[in-house]
């Protein structure tokens, strides 16, 4: 998760408020905090936005979903050859969870699986990188699902 900062002043919104709603619409915004700042003429909102990882914002239909449901149909947010290696790692995080006796999203959670298909996730490196994912899991589960991620890779091109 990113979090990007904006300063909105009060007196005068417009441009700096141009800027925030075009960012927002560029990005995928999973919170956005807001804060007043009381300083006489220099008045100011100051804006915490939020970013969950992965490439443009969610579609609308998608994101009305979401927000009804509270889930995401990855089958509509992947591509066909995307939502296969997704499945894929469904799979291997349930396997994974049921040997080791815990919860599949004590292993990735769904939206960590859709970004490492992705981001094309190749490397413990590249899975570390992923908003949540820290040594711990890297070292219990990142060689079963870099492995799977290289071949699915490998089999698409």
Same mark, same amino acid.
């Given at each position: 998760?990113?979090m990007?900062?904006?300063?909105?002043?009060?007196?005068?919104?417009a441009a +700096?408020?141009?800027e925030?709603?075009?960012?927002?619409?560029?990005?995928? $915004?999973?919170? @956005?905090?807001r804060?007043f700042v009381? =300083?006489g003429?220099?008045?100011?909102w100051?804006?915490?936005?939020?970013?969950?990882?992965?490439?443009?914002?969610?579609?609308?239909?998608l994101?009305?979903?979401?927000s009804?449901?509270?889930?995401?149909d990855?089958?509509?947010?992947l591509s066909?050859a995307?939502?296969?290696?997704?499945?894929?790692?469904? +799979?291997?995080?349930?396997?994974l969870?049921?040997?080791?006796g815990v919860? $599949?999203y004590a @292993?990735f959670?769904?939206?960590q699986l =859709?970004?490492?298909?992705q981001?094309r996730?190749d490397?413990?490196?590249s899975?570390?990188?992923?908003?949540g994912v820290?040594?711990?899991?890297?070292?219990?589960?990142?060689?079963?699902f870099v492995?799977r991620?290289?071949a699915?890779?490998a089999e698409?091109t």
């Amino acid at each position: 998760m990113q979090m990007h900062f904006f300063a909105i002043p009060a007196l005068d919104p417009a441009a +700096a408020q141009a800027e925030l709603n075009h960012f927002i619409a560029a990005h995928r $915004v999973a919170s @956005v905090e807001r804060q007043f700042v009381q =300083a006489g003429t220099d008045s100011h909102w100051v804006v915490c936005v939020s970013v969950a990882p992965g490439p443009g914002p969610l579609p609308a239909a998608l994101k009305a979903d979401a927000s009804r449901t509270g889930k995401v149909d990855y089958k509509q947010l992947l591509s066909d050859a995307e939502f296969t290696v997704y499945a894929e790692l469904r +799979a291997l995080r349930k396997r994974l969870a049921e040997e080791g006796g815990v919860p $599949v999203y004590a @292993v990735f959670s769904n939206e960590q699986l =859709a970004a490492m298909v992705q981001q094309r996730v190749d490397s413990a490196e590249s899975l570390q990188a992923l908003d949540g994912v820290g040594e711990a899991r890297t070292r219990r589960y990142g060689t079963a699902f870099v492995e799977r991620l290289r071949a699915a890779w490998a089999e698409n091109t």
